[in-house]
């Protein structure tokens, strides 16, 4: 069986269906918590809620191998992610939906790799995001007449308190959003031949701008986000068949050491 996976906040479970849990058990420990299998818009998805399904775990704290590992294990091949972000740009406002296209990891306590040895692999992660996902995200988004950025650098921090003023004018001369959760995500994806695209949703303008972040305020613009989310979902998920015409599934070929 092969499902498309999503990794992301628990209101997408009143987007499935026929629904049914599965525990998991890993090399790595326990994943955030059961994977979700069921269905959206007729097609069987499988989905784990990166903090917990009552958000109890911090970004820094996500068992990000056990996640990917669990996903590939019962047959996903393709990923969304799902993530709120800050704006590192005038022009990406509170309410956008972004596609990214790159990122930069600013990272510093977390597993990031598969290969620890003795197998070592190089993987290539010039283009880090799926081209055919991130398309048909951004597609959708357009039909459904949201204001949705077809590309943007997401600038990966270790969190979980946000960035200070310094921190953040750094961040707005290379960046495009930011956020907390994207790496080693994306990465342990990529060393598994798996696809992975992302749905991010800007909730506020970070520390660059004259106000400051509250977490208060950012819970409240991603409610007012996760019907956009949920449009886009619903009609992208059909668009993304088991047929990869990306190269997503060759990043190990030529990659050990």
Not at 89 to 98: A, H, L, N, Q, T
Not at 217 to 223: L, R
Not at 242 to 249: A, E, L, P, V
Request: aromatic share 8%; proline share 5%.
């Amino acid at each position: 069986m092969t499902y498309i996976g999503i990794i992301g906040g628990s209101g997408l479970y009143t987007l499935m269906t026929e629904t049914e849990t599965v525990d998991v058990d890993t090399p790595y420990g326990k994943t955030s918590d059961k994977i979700e299998i069921g269905r959206i818009n007729g097609v069987e998805v499988a989905f784990i809620p990166r903090h917990g399904k009552k958000h109890t775990i911090p970004p820094h704290r996500v068992n990000y191998r056990a996640n990917i590992w669990a996903l590939k294990h019962i047959g996903v091949e393709r990923i969304i992610g799902l993530n709120a972000v800050g704006s590192l740009k005038e022009d990406y406002s509170p309410g956008d939906i972004v596609v990214p296209d790159q990122f930069i990891d600013l990272t510093r306590r977390r597993d990031l790799t598969f290969y620890d040895g003795p197998d070592v692999y190089h993987i290539s992660m010039a283009d880090p995001f799926c081209p055919e996902i991130s398309r048909k995200i951004y597609e959708t988004g357009k039909s459904l007449n949201y204001n949705i950025h077809s590309s943007g650098t997401y600038v990966c921090i270790e969190g979980p308190r946000f960035s200070t003023r310094a921190e953040s004018k750094l961040f707005h001369t290379f960046g495009d959003i930011i956020g907390m959760t994207l790496v080693p995500e994306i990465n342990l994806a990529g060393e598994l031949s798996m696809c992975y695209g992302m749905i991010a949703t800007v909730t506020d303008y970070d520390a660059w701008s004259d106000t400051a972040v509250e977490a208060s305020d950012v819970m409240n613009i991603m409610k007012e986000n996760e019907k956009k989310v949920s449009d886009i979902l619903y009609n992208v998920i059909p668009k993304i068949n088991d047929q990869r015409n990306c190269n997503c599934s060759l990043r190990l070929e030529n990659a050990k050491a």
